[in-house]
Nanobody
Framework: QVQLVESGGGLVQAGGSLRLSCAVS????????LGWFRQAPGKEREFVAA????????YYSDSVKGRFTISRDNAKNMIYLQMNSLKPEDTAVYYC?????????????????WGQGTQVTVSS
């Protein structure tokens, strides 16, 4: 059974940084694609960033491009999301996800396993 556990969320002022981590328990970690999604109150879940099984060609939503960086460590079964220059509109619950399908733009339906989420709040 695949399990994903996010950490690193919190309260930060606008312009600040946070680094989210996601620990994944699966034997097939290195053969799966990874993604981060977020959901703000009253809004639908939206794609944030994704990375292929090899770590090549990370892909970002336009709203975070240039500010966020997704990375993975296949030796540790970890996913990371470095978030810089945070804005109040980045406030949301952030979820990491594991998937076998890679297409652009990534869709939530491409990811079959999800974490429980971690809250990120950016104050103005």
């Amino acid at each position: 059974q695949v399990q994903l556990v996010e950490s690193g969320g919190g309260l930060v002022q606008a312009g600040g940084s946070l680094r989210l981590s996601c620990a994944v328990s699966t034997r097939t970690f290195s053969s799966t694609h990874l993604g981060w999604f977020r959901q703000a109150p009253g809004k639908e879940r939206e794609f944030v960033a994704a990375i292929t099984r090899t770590g090549a060609s990370p892909y970002y939503s336009d709203s975070v491009k240039g500010r966020f960086t997704i990375s993975r460590d296949n030796a540790k079964n970890m996913i990371y999301l470095q978030m810089n220059s945070l804005k109040p509109e980045d406030t949301a619950v952030y979820y990491c996800a594991l998937g076998a399908v890679w297409r652009l733009p990534p869709r939530g339906s491409d990811f079959g396993s999800w974490g429980q989420g971690t809250q990120v709040t950016v104050s103005s």
